[in-house]
Structures are given as C-alpha cells and as structure tokens.
C-alpha cells in the first residue's frame, strides 16, 4: 500500500500550532510540562535574535542611544546570559513536551543568533538614511518588563484564572512592536512643539532656576506637571467624541495585564505625548530628571494596568495604584469617566471625578456592547469609520 509522504507544516500550519502551544489548556501548562520552559527559551531566544541583528545593522534597527551599548562587556555580557538561557529552556522543553515546536523555535532562534556573531557582532552593513526602527527596544522593552511584572502576575494575581497568554495578547504585543519601531517618529513628532515653547528667550530665567533645583525636586515636580496636563488631555479624550474614538481602542482591552497598556492608537500617542511633555521642556528640567522620570512614567504606567491583586489602602490615597486604575477601565456605569489621573489621585479629588469603593474591584473591563473590532489593523481604522 503506497503512503503518501507527509511534507513539513505550511506557514499557516506551523503558526496556528504555535498558537494553540502558547495557548494551551491549564493542564498541558502545569510545572513539569515543558511549557513554561519552551514560552521562556523561545522568548529568550526571539530576544536574543533581535538584539544581535541590531548589532549587525545598528543603522537601521538600532536606537542611537542603545548603539553605544554594543561595545560595552556588560551588555555582550547580557546577551550571551539571554542566548545560554533561551538555548537551554529550550532544550529542557524538548526532553519534556510531546509537542517540540516550542523548543525547536526557540533554540533555532538562539542559534541562529549564534550563527550570525552573538555576542562577536559587529555592524554589516552602512548607514544609509538617519531612520531607523527599534527593533532592540522592542527586544529590551519586552524582556525587561516581562521579568519585572511577569513574576509578579503570577505570585498576586487579582485574577488567577486569567493566563499569561490571555485573549488578545497577541494584538497588544504587536502594539509594543509598532511603538518600539516608530520609537523615533514619536518622540521627534511628540517633542516638537515642547521644545519650540522651550525656545522662548522670556522662559530662559526660569529655565536656568529649575535647573538648578535638586533631582528629587525637579523629578516630583516633572509628575505633578506632567500629571496636571495629562489629566485635561486625558478627560478630553473621554468628552470629545472624537478624540474618544482614538482612546477608545484603549478602553476596548477585555483583560488587564502588563502588556495592556501598550494598547495605544497611534495618535492619540502623539497627541497625548506632545501635549503633556510641554511643561517638562518648556521649564528646562535637566537631563536627567527627564530621562529619569521618562524611565518612571514607563514601568508605572505597565504596572497600574497589570493584574495585581495588591491592596495598598495608604497609597492609594496619595499616587494611583492598580485598584484605582482599573477603575477607570472598568466596565461599570460607575466607573465611567472617572480616576484619570496617572500618578497622583489629588486631581481627580479636586476635578470631581475621584471612584475608588472601599476593597472592591471592577468585574470586567471595556466598553458596553465592546463596540471596537478585534486586530491592530482593524483598531488602527476603527476611528475613522462612520458610526
């Protein structure tokens, strides 16, 4: 009898397989399973890839700011622990999951970094144009938040039963991925006219007293600013219905987590950044209390939507928490343009929009009847289409 020959997965086969290995049942992921050590090779492993393919081609998918790095032992030194690291879950996984796709993907991953130089890598290829895409902040972006908050998702979950890989979560990273790559179009376009107000020869003064002010100060001061801005920006988006329908893609998230924040569309990026960073230039902060609290507002703003069960009754009277914001995603009447505020409840007390009951939590997340499509493509148009 002739048996026909059985050919290697398609594309479409071989991410579909992929998909429901990432997704799997909470009985094929338990401790022992292979699972969590094939998520984690193949997560080191794309990491690692990333990382030396902007080593390679720092023109073109390199931040400048993270180019100076390449040369640096440390960082050799980081890449090579990430390249061991995902090769070895890799292989773990293979010795203990039927399924191999997980651990085949991720040690080709780290091999092919590998093959490409490691951490030997030098640049290839010239630098044709100023542009680039941020291929290693997106690297560095997901591993250095999926560390922090990933652990602790799973240590104090406010719900257990929602996994890493919850519904959506392929669209949210995707939203990291187009933020990372467009890292350079945002900040010239969102810093313009912050910096075009910071010209100004009559603000020259004040921006030399600020300078001068101690780091602790200048960076309270930065949040309050900043946070005052934002919380008018912000109401603006929920008021104006068509700013709300940028921010709805937002507010369209069903699960929160710390890849829920990253749900952005493109401009209300722009318009939100650009707006809310003016105080910051415009009063000549230093350097460093800027890059500081901009390192700041970035792992807050990850940790305020991320599945916390944490109960924090004092701090939740003076900066805002996970219970507090995910009030203002929840799917309640009540929790209907309210909390928005992004580091300090102050505002919302003051402005009449203040919602924080006593030991409960939102039930769900989103808006009524979940009017916004599913897909990054989908929400990116979602704006624009007739109501």
């Given amino acids: 009898m002739l048996v026909s020959p059985r050919f290697p997965m398609s594309l479409h086969e071989t991410r579909q397989k992929l998909r429901d290995e990432l997704e799997a049942p909470a009985s094929l992921r338990a401790f022992g399973t292979g699972w969590i050590s094939g998520v984690a ?20 998918f390199a931040m400048p700011e993270l180019t100076a790095l390449h040369a640096n032992p440390w960082f050799k030194l980081g890449v090579l622990v990430v390249l061991l690291l995902g090769f070895t879950a890799s292989v773990l996984s293979l010795a203990l999951r039927p399924s191999k796709l997980l651990g085949t993907l991720g ?5 092919l970094a590998t093959l490409l130089g490691g951490t030997n890598s030098t640049s290839l290829t010239p630098d044709p144009t100023p542009l680039f895409l941020g291929l290693d902040w997106f690297a560095l972006n997901v591993l250095f938040t999926g560390i922090i908050f990933i652990p602790l ?6 719900r257990a039963e929602q996994p890493l890989f919850r519904d959506e979560w392929r669209e949210d990273i995707f939203y990291y991925l187009v933020s990372s790559f467009m890292v350079q179009v945002l900040a ?30 200048q960076l309270v001061a930065i949040m309050f600013l900043t946070d005052l801005v934002q919380y008018w920006v ?17 507010h369209s998230a069903q699960s929160m987590d710390w890849m829920a924040g990253a749900r952005m569309h493109f401009l209300e990026i722009l318009i939100l950044r650009s707006l809310t960073v003016i105080p910051m230039f415009a009063l000549g902060f230093s350097p460093t209390a800027v890059n500081a609290y901009i390192l700041l507002v970035y792992l807050y703003s990850t940790f305020i939507h991320a599945n916390l069960s944490w109960r924090l009754p004092v701090i939740d ?10 009030w203002h995603h929840g799917i309640e009447k009540e929790a209907i343009d309210v909390n928005f505020a992004i580091h300090f409840p102050l505002f919302d007390r003051l402005f009449g929009t203040y919602h924080l009951p006593k030991e409960q939590w939102p039930s769900g997340y989103g808006i009524e009847g979940h009017p916004v499509p599913k897909g990054y493509w989908a929400q990116l148009l979602y704006p624009f289409r007739r109501k």
């Fill in 188 to 217: 010239f376009v969102s810093f313009a006219p912050a910096k075009w107000v910071a010209a100004a020869a009559a603000l020259s003064s004040v921006q030399q007293w600020v300078a001068g002010l101690p780091f602790v100060v």
């Fill in 153 to 158: 998702e799973r240590l104090s979950p406010l």
């Fill in 107 to 111: 040690a080709a991953a780290a091999l």
């Fill in 317 to 326: 009277q003076l900066l805002v928490t996970p219970r507090f914001h995910h």
């Fill in 41 to 60: 090779g193949l997560a080191l492993g794309l990491v690692g890839l990333a990382l030396v393919v902007s080593m390679r081609a720092p023109g073109q």
């Fill in 234 to 250: 912000h109401r603006a988006f929920h008021r104006v219905p068509w700013l709300w329908n940028f921010h709805a893609v937002h």
